[in-house]
């Protein structure tokens, strides 16, 4: 007796798998890679200016926001001017340039007073900004 083979193989799915495939892989690279897109750190809305800050080498930044009360954060580190002057005394940070980022509401007069702490350690002090919108 002869065996007959009842289940036919469709040789069109055979070429549908690596498609399937191929698009997993990339479900699964946007899935992963998404996390990696978000930017750590302060979000704050930086005053515009039409000019760019060249690209500093390995800068520090120190961030200040203008929640009810003005806070500043060194490397991501909420921190005060007392502890910002004693934190810059650090001699592996010297000669490095140190950015400042201030929301756009933070009082001018603490934004002078970080800059001044910074200026007193020997550190070259930039002003961050954001391009201004497109018209």
Known sequence: MKLVRTFQFRVEL???LPLVNV???????FA???RFTLQPGLSLSLPSSPF????QLNPLVLSITAAPLPTL???EERVTLE???VLLQDRQL???PLVIRADRATPYE???EASNVCLRRGFTVALAFSAPPAK
């Open 110 to 112: 603490t934004i002078t």
């Open 52 to 55: 760019t800050l060249a690209p």
């Open 83 to 85: 502890e910002l002057d």
């Open 73 to 75: 954060y060194l490397r």
């Open 23 to 29: 698009l997993f892989l990339a479900l699964l690279l």
């Open 32 to 34: 992963l890679s998404s």
């Open 14 to 16: 055979f070429h549908v």
């Open 94 to 96: 010297a000669g490095r």
